[in-house]
């Protein structure tokens, strides 16, 4: 019966893939990255060994907004991911991921078609929104009003639940990698060094640490060297707000879009910030100033949506409630 495979949920994203296993949590984090080689295109490595790899290859990342943007790469990813957890390669897993919520019915196809190729048994879709909420421990069994914002690598995506349903919902392209270029270009037209999206998002993460200035690694393109750089967190702050504010402003339009007894309930609740981009310093600050609402950050951001769809694994009778197609 082993054979079968286990029940599996996975939230794909496109900066990291998450991997939990029934009444075991989360087993695997790697990026959603393929490493192909820079001559041939043959792939040669997946995840954490393949950020491992050095010259001569080229990072490929097949997912985007929750979605296969190359549908090959990702097959092959995400079997690679799955045979990773299993303890045989033949086993074939039930399997529960999350639907974005401005997909269409070609993105359910795609995404339902991937995961069969992958090698899973069955497939279940629950909305991005519910697993987001229910990893981040909001209540959903009233019909009071929650707001849920998740700011991806690629994308922010906002969402108001009543209960089980999204009432309203936005999203702006502007992610965490958004927020890591606004950083690089300050530091190239501060002091004329080039920050690699690698020491970027670190500067990102580790501006959250609560130190006054932290120090980055930039490249002089003058001499060819490398230079280290005394950043403070105020100017990281400053430079971050052109997309923080596309991201305030779409959160401001969704709540326009929701009745007037739901507004009054966030006024009271307020909103939770998941995934990577929620780890941002002063971004919390920030919505609260142009929301007029409570706001906080989720206690496990960048696990939220992975621990929302285990839920849905642990607790089936949740998967009867969560109607997006697709069968456990």
């Not at 393949?50 to 092959?76: H, K, N, S």
Request: with cysteine.
């Amino acid at each position: 019966m082993r054979l079968l495979g286990r029940d599996l949920a996975m939230d794909l994203g496109a900066a990291s893939t998450r991997i939990y296993v029934k009444r075991r949590g989360i087993v695997l984090d790697e990026p959603s990255a393929v490493m192909c080689d820079g001559r041939t295109g043959k792939i040669i490595g997946f995840g954490s060994e393949a950020a491992a790899l050095g010259g001569g290859t080229r990072t490929c990342w097949p997912v985007r907004g929750g979605l296969p943007a190359d549908a090959e790469l990702a097959r092959r990813m995400i079997r690679h991911f799955l045979r990773k957890v299993h303890w045989h390669p033949y086993s074939r897993p039930r399997l529960v991921l999350a639907l974005p919520g401005e997909s269409t019915p070609i993105d359910r196809a795609a995404l339902h078609d991937v995961a069969y190729e992958a090698e899973a048994r069955t497939v279940r879709l629950v909305p991005h929104a519910l697993a987001a909420a229910l990893g981040a421990g909001l209540t959903l069994t009233d019909f009071a009003g929650n707001m849920v914002i998740d700011i991806g690598r690629d994308a922010a995506r906002i969402a108001v639940l009543s209960g089980e349903s999204v009432v309203a919902a936005g999203s702006v392209p502007y992610g965490g990698r958004a927020v890591s270029r606004a950083i690089a270009r300050h530091v190239e037209q501060e002091h004329g060094l080039l920050l690699n999206d690698a020491e970027a998002e670190s500067a990102k993460r580790r501006a959250s640490g609560g130190d006054r200035e932290i120090v980055v690694r930039a490249h002089d393109p003058d001499t060819g060297r490398v230079r280290e750089l005394l950043l403070p967190v105020q100017r990281i702050f400053e430079a971050t707000g052109p997309p923080v504010e596309s991201i305030a402003r779409a959160a401001v339009e969704t709540v326009e879009l929701c009745p007037p007894e739901l507004t009054a309930d966030l006024g009271e609740r307020g909103a939770v910030l998941v995934g990577g981009g929620a780890l941002l310093p002063g971004l919390g600050r920030r919505l609260r100033e142009t929301l007029c609402m409570p706001v906080r950050r989720a206690e496990r951001p960048l696990e939220c949506v992975a621990l929302g769809l285990g839920r849905c694994v642990d607790e089936l009778g949740l998967l009867g409630r969560f109607r997006t197609g697709g069968r456990l």
